[in-house]
Nanobody, 126 residues
């Protein structure tokens, strides 16, 4: 059974930083691209960033470029999202996702992922 477990969410002031983690189990991690999405109250789920199976294939949403960094540790089966210069509009539930073609799919707006985590709340106060 595949599990994606997010952690690291919380409450932070605008301008602050948080690092989210997503620990994967039940899948061959190196065969999957990993990514992050978010969903704010009353809004659709939106793409944040994706890290392909290889280190040279990374994609970010324009809204987070230059502020957020996604990385992965294949030895720990974990993907991270470092979020800096947080803004109140970054407030959302953040979801981890796994998909074999995540970078290609997210670049074309296809957000149907193979696996999803349960989400972790990030709240940025002004």
């Amino acid at each position: 059974q595949v599990q994606l477990v997010e952690s690291g969410g919380g409450l932070v002031q605008a301008g602050g930083s948080l690092r989210l983690s997503c620990a994967a189990s039940g899948l061959t991690f190196i065969r999957y691209g990993m990514g992050w999405f978010r969903q704010a109250p009353g809004k659709e789920r939106e793409f944040v960033g994706a890290f392909g199976r290889s280190g040279d294939n990374i994609n970010y949403a324009d809204s987070v470029k230059g502020r957020f960094t996604i990385s992965r540790d294949n030895a720990k089966n974990t993907v991270y999202l470092q979020m800096n210069s947080l803004k109140p509009e970054d407030t959302a539930v953040y979801y981890c996702a796994a998909d074999r073609m995540i970078v290609t799919k997210t670049r074309s707006g296809d957000y149907a992922m193979d696996y999803w985590g349960q989400g972790t709340q990030v709240t940025v106060s002004s």
